[in-house]
């Protein structure tokens, strides 16, 4: 059951993360497309500036969910070195319900303030303004899969905890120093 789910929310992650990167690109596209209308054509587009500042709303919040789920999100790593191996992993379940948190008041009040701005339309687009509102809650429940996946992942084995990456990190730097040292005392 549990590979069925980390499966699910591997291929969901993955998909957020493509219309994410298509979102960048529209983005810079349409950006471009602005600059070009404005200083070159001296013709500004009425659309382009809204479109594209709506795309990268969707980009940065469905991208969130893959940086939850790779676990590239902040972390503070001289806790994780200043508490034992034991604890690390409850340092993650509390991180992990911490941003559970957030991001549940993100799905609510996103979807109330979506419902909120249904009725407004965006100028020059001449579409609801609740399609760009939409960015919040959606991105805000695939990033609360993502926490829950990688953290089910973690406790069950599957994948490092941050704390465990860092050590391993660590003890590599620390490889390569002392190989760098070897090699200077021998010439």
Not at 50 to 68: D, E, K, Q, T
Not at 88 to 117: D, Q, S
Not at 135 to 149: D, E, N, Q, R, T
């Amino acid at each position: 059951m549990l590979d069925l789910f980390l499966r699910f929310e591997r291929t969901l992650s993955q998909c957020a993360l493509y219309v994410a990167v298509l979102m960048l690109i529209a983005s810079v596209s349409l950006a471009f497309y602005q600059v070009l209308t404005r200083f070159v054509l001296d013709a500004p587009s009425t659309w382009s500036e809204v479109m594209a500042r709506s795309s990268m709303i969707w980009c940065v919040f469905l991208g969130a969910a893959a940086s939850f789920r790779g676990g590239y999100m902040m972390a503070v790593e001289a806790i994780y070195k200043l508490v034992p191996e034991k604890a690390i992993k409850w340092i993650e379940v509390f991180i992990a319900i911490c941003c559970l948190i957030v991001l549940m008041v993100l799905v609510v009040y996103g979807t109330h303030m979506t419902l909120r701005v249904s009725s407004q339309t965006l100028s020059g687009v001449g579409i609801t303004i609740a399609w760009i509102y939409a960015a919040i809650p959606v991105g805000a429940a695939f990033s609360s899969l993502s926490v829950v996946a990688r953290l089910l992942a973690q406790l069950n084995g599957r994948e490092p905890s941050k704390g465990a990456e860092i050590d391993v990190q660590d003890s590599s730097v620390q490889h390569d120093d002392m190989k760098n040292d070897t090699e200077n005392v021998r010439s």
